[in-house]
């Protein structure tokens, strides 16, 4: 009988990582533990997720781990607009933009060079990836392109009623995303690869009480790298300023920490000949960036009367137009190799240079 087997350094990360925030503000030594319990959190939530993963089954266990994180990134992008005012107009925007570009070429780029040269070439279920790159293409433009194009008001920002409808659009497309994954066309989100040598895939489910366990350890984890990214955020932003790069950045080096989870997990998939699995965490995690953040930072935007700056500048939505065209393309025909990966990273490596030299 399955039992309930968790290393202890699974569970004991998230609390001290909750322990360390407690001493955050002391500088020197703290920070060096803040970042070591940051990478400690990172692992145990990789870990715990996968725990429910298990559990439950695809697509199901991709999608907490996704809703999870984002639910959390959106309470910080929140707590951030609140604490900065109106200042913090383009906040939610960078933000999501910086997800985007380190999903779909930071972390697609890497699961499919890493897979491929590991297994030659990988396939996934096409219908699945096609459902989701679509719903991804309409959030992006609608949310960060059109902005710049509307005359109601000038300057990449909605209207009020625009903003609003915007907003309600970007909720219905994530939530009948989700409702495809889940309920109605479930298959087109499962794994179809080889999973003869993959272990972790044939081995035992774990126990109910060992899911519940994981799925707390789990949100007790990411609310500490959440909080612990945004404690180290000012010494991070120090750097960046003495090394004269942009406050750009900061926003960069921030996402990546809040997406550390997914990235291992889907890393960890690749390797392992998932590759659906590891799609299905990256997309999922990209629509729900936008999907789940776009409403509500409308939401209180519209509720304390503040400008929200969604619209990017000419560089940027170039370079999101690019990101989109190819991953359309390389993920178009249902298999992949290392070429497809090396073009997403090289499109993310452009991204992070023209970030640090505008």
């Known amino acids: 009988m399955p039992r309930l087997a968790l290393p202890a350094w699974t569970w004991l990360s998230p609390p001290i990582g909750w322990l360390l925030l407690l001493a955050a503000g002391f500088g020197g030594l703290v920070d060096l533990l803040l970042a070591a319990g940051l990478i400690a959190c990172v692992l145990a939530a990789v870990h715990h997720a996968e725990v429910v993963a298990h559990r439950i089954g695809e697509p199901y266990g991709t999608l907490v781990l996704a809703v999870a994180v984002t639910v959390i990134e959106v309470a910080l992008i929140v707590s951030l607009m609140l604490s900065g005012g109106g200042e913090a107009a383009g906040l939610a925007r960078d933000t999501v933009f910086a997800a985007i570009m380190i999903i779909l070429n930071g972390l697609v780029g890497l699961c499919l ?22 719903t991804l293409a309409a959030l992006a433009v609608l949310t960060m392109v059109l902005p710049n194009y509307t005359t109601t008001t000038p300057g990449p920002v909605y209207s009020g009623s625009q903003l609003a409808f915007v907003g309600m659009v970007s909720l219905v497309l994530y939530g009948v995303f989700v409702l495809i994954q889940t309920v109605r066309h479930r298959d087109y989100f499962l794994p179809s690869g080889s999973l003869a040598h993959d272990e972790e895939a044939h081995a035992d489910p774990p126990t109910a009480t060992a899911a519940w366990v994981s799925l707390g350890l789990l949100v007790m984890s990411l609310g500490a790298v959440v909080l612990l990214a945004k404690s180290l955020a000012p010494t991070l932003e120090r750097a960046v300023l003495d090394a004269g790069a942009p406050q750009a950045v900061v926003g960069v080096v921030i996402a990546a920490l809040v997406l550390a989870p997914e990235s291992l997990a889907a890393v960890r998939a690749a390797r392992a000949d998932r590759l659906q699995t590891s799609l299905n965490l990256a997309l999922g995690s990209a629509l729900a960036s936008i999907g789940l953040t ?29 990101t989109l065209i190819v991953t359309t393309l390389s993920l178009g025909v249902g298999r992949t190799t290392v070429l497809q990966g090396v073009v997403h990273l090289v499109i993310f490596a452009v991204y992070l240079f023209t970030t640090v030299v505008p």
């Open 113 to 134: 060079l890493l897979g491929a040269a590991r297994h030659m070439e990988q396939r996934f279920g096409q219908a699945g990836v096609s459902a989701a790159l679509a």
């Open 294 to 322: 776009i409403p509500v930072v409308a939401a209180v935007s519209l509720f304390m009367g503040w400008p929200l700056s969604l619209g990017l500048d000419a560089k940027s939505t170039v370079l999101l137009m690019l």
